[in-house]
């Protein structure tokens, strides 16, 4: 397509109306080439951008990163193809969604994610915008390694000022329950909750989600059902949208495992396509995790079942019939594997002993 033919504010228009997932992400990628052809810096970043952002929320965050890179190498060569003060915000944002996934894939060396945590603190200096998010993704990294250390960074995240790069009220407070109760500190996660909870911040598309997921999983790690059950049940009602749900899904099946096994069995084999492909390997590990205890419990009641799986699936069959601990303990191999790889990256054991205390809370009270 020639640059006299090229409009991009159609192909917005257009890209409004695409629904979200892998459909808009395509749409997207053939936006960003039509726009890279006619040489339309506005628009070849604008498409990198919403692309990003798709990754993000909706799909896969790790597929960011590359668009991330060439939006940043076209904005360095022209920083004036975006209004000065959007392009600033837009610039930082999506730098930050590059390196944001990195926490998610054990391959990268945690020495090229410092080096590039470096780099968006020059940004942040220089732009005088989005220390709190520095805070946020340096929390984000270390709640793997060393929890007293996330903590550390959480004060200083909570501390700072928010500001145009900042996350909305909702999540800053989900994650200041999800960090409170890291550390053990249940008094203080209810205190940044209650205004979650009487419904006076408004919530974002990921709110109450992410809360309702610290809760869930702090209590599926103490075997406590009772609090477990209403917080899964609210889980998959609003997250159980896209692939950017895996974790959310995860954690809604360890719960149904014990409390309604028959729909955990159901909603696994319909979500597991979600997996194949799967750049981010959290949401995978979580998924997995959701999926070994479904296919334990299982298999204490019968030991074959018939599901209707994937050719994609790598235990596939033609008589859709699968032995129960087998597909037990193909998932609890797989997130064992993915463990392995981020305790390996990360010099710490936080992997090890989470898969292991998954495999011990049964829906009964751990001492």
């Not at 006299?4 to 080439?33: C, Q, Y």
């Amino acid at each position: 397509m020639g640059k006299n033919t090229f409009n991009g504010e159609l192909l917005m228009r257009k890209m409004s109306i695409v629904p979200s997932g892998a459909m808009k992400m395509d749409a997207l990628k053939e936006a960003i080439r039509q726009a890279d052809e006619a040489k339309e810096d506005y628009y070849r970043l604008i498409f990198r951008y919403d692309y990003a952002s798709e990754a993000t929320f909706h799909d896969d965050p790790p597929k960011a990163m590359p668009v991330a890179a060439e939006f940043s190498h076209i904005f360095e060569e022209n920083p004036t193809a975006l209004p000065e003060d959007s392009g600033k915000d837009a610039y930082l944002m999506i730098v930050q969604m590059g390196i944001d996934p990195i926490v998610h894939l054990p391959q990268i060396p945690i020495t090229q994610w410092e080096e590039l945590m470096k780099q968006f603190y020059d940004l942040v200096k220089h732009y005088h915008v989005g220390l709190r998010t520095y805070w946020k993704q340096m929390t984000n990294f270390w709640q793997y390694i060393d929890k007293e250390k996330a903590f550390e960074y959480f004060e200083k995240f909570w501390k700072t000022g928010r500001d145009s790069l900042s996350d909305c009220r909702a999540c800053d407070r989900s994650f200041a329950v999800q960090m409170c109760l890291l550390v053990g500190d249940r008094k203080a996660a209810d205190e940044y909750a209650k205004p979650l909870k009487a419904g006076r911040i408004r919530f974002c598309p990921d709110t109450p989600q992410l809360y309702w997921l610290a809760y869930l999983e702090n209590a599926l790690d103490q075997g406590n059902l009772k609090e477990a059950t209403p917080l899964a049940n609210q889980l998959f009602c609003k997250g159980n949208r896209d692939k950017g749900d895996l974790s959310y899904l995860g954690a809604v099946l360890r719960c149904w495992a014990y409390t309604d096994l028959d729909k955990a069995i159901e909603k696994l084999t319909s979500r597991l396509e979600w997996t194949f492909g799967m750049w981010d390997q959290k949401k995978i590990y979580d998924f997995y995790k959701g999926a070994l205890a479904c296919f334990r419990e299982l298999a204490k009641r019968q030991e074959v079942v018939s599901l209707n799986l994937s050719k994609d699936f790598p235990l596939y069959n033609e008589e859709n019939s699968y032995n129960c601990t087998v597909l037990a303990d193909w998932f609890y191999d797989q997130a064992e594997i993915i463990g392995k790889r981020f305790d390996a990256r990360n010099q710490s054991d936080y992997f090890a002993k989470n898969l292991a205390l998954t495999c011990a809370c049964e829906g009964q009270k751990v001492e």
